[in-house]
């Protein structure tokens, strides 16, 4: 499994057994406020979840895009650092509806034959309610 989006990223902590950290030399891009100009862009996290899961036997594998995040940039930027192509997906599931889970943007994925499953209520309209702003748009 591969976390494409979550709520933290932590750039200082080490690899472990079965845990292998984004590799610390991702995208590097203009910084005027810097020495030399330039900052290493990471991960990035957001309240969002989005994760790769690949089931492999023998020499073949099955991959599934548990959940989408909501931000179009978070899951497509982490994928591309750290270095995995959605176009070999070959099932989306949406666990619920809820805005943070199922917002993200299918199009990366490689073909329009991509199997869904879907909680029955994802495609429900949503809004939260927040004490100083008022309903908003989710």
């Not at 494409?4 to 750039?11: E, F, K, P, R, S």
């Not at 292998?20 to 910084?31: F, H, I, M, Y």
């Amino acid at each position: 499994m591969t976390t494409l989006v979550d709520n933290t990223y932590d750039t200082f902590l080490p690899d472990e057994v079965h845990v292998l950290r984004a590799a610390p030399t991702s995208d590097v891009v203009s910084a005027p406020q810097f020495e030399d100009g330039t900052t290493a862009v990471r991960m990035v996290a957001e309240h969002r979840f989005s994760a790769l899961v690949t089931a492999r036997r023998g020499d073949r594998s099955h991959s599934i895009l548990f959940d989408t995040g909501l931000s179009p940039d978070a899951m497509i930027a982490n994928a591309d650092r750290l270095e995995i192509d959605l176009r070999d997906v070959h099932s989306v599931v949406l666990s619920h509806g809820h805005f943070d889970h199922a917002g993200g943007p299918a199009a990366r994925l490689g073909t329009t034959k991509v199997s869904m499953v879907v909680h029955p209520e994802v495609w429900s309209k949503r809004r939260s309610i927040c004490p100083d702003a008022g309903a908003v748009r989710c």
